[in-house]
């Protein structure tokens, strides 16, 4: 299971990528095992306002429906258009292809509050 250094996390098991103004968003490898196949994602609209830790969509899987969490407050200003074809490149791909959203961050302070790749690993171990 992957957990790449350069993201933050919510223990919700969303990762954000920030660069300047903006965050991209997806689930963690760790998420996407535990769902399974994913069958459907339903994501906001460009710009739809979106609040940290308030659900912004819902991830269908083979074997459950799923709120999904922003992990940051913002503007979004992009989705993932691929998912809609094609669902399963959260499976596939989730740092890089499987990414959901990506929001202009209204508070950069909010980053700094989520888990490191070392914090989320270790939550992580708990759920062992």
């Known amino acids: 299971m992957k957990v790449p250094k350069d993201l933050r996390y919510t223990k919700e098991h969303e990762w954000v990528r920030a660069s300047g103004q903006e965050a991209e968003v997806g689930i963690t490898d760790f998420a996407q095992g535990e769902l399974g196949d994913v069958v459907f994602v339903e994501l906001p609209q460009v ?12 991830i269908d899987a083979v074997k459950t429906v799923s709120d999904l969490f922003a992990p940051v407050s913002g503007e979004v200003v992009a989705v993932n258009t691929e998912l809609k074809e094609n669902p399963a490149l959260i499976n596939q791909s989730p740092y890089e292809k499987g990414w ?6 209204a508070n950069p302070a909010e980053i700094e ?3 490191s790749a070392d914090a ?8 062992a």
């Open 47 to 58: 710009g739809a306002r979106v609040t940290q830790m308030k659900s912004f969509g819902t």
């Open 100 to 105: 959901m959203i990506r929001i202009r961050v």
């Open 113 to 115: 509050s989520l888990l």
């Open 120 to 127: 989320y690993e270790k939550a992580l171990g708990a759920h």
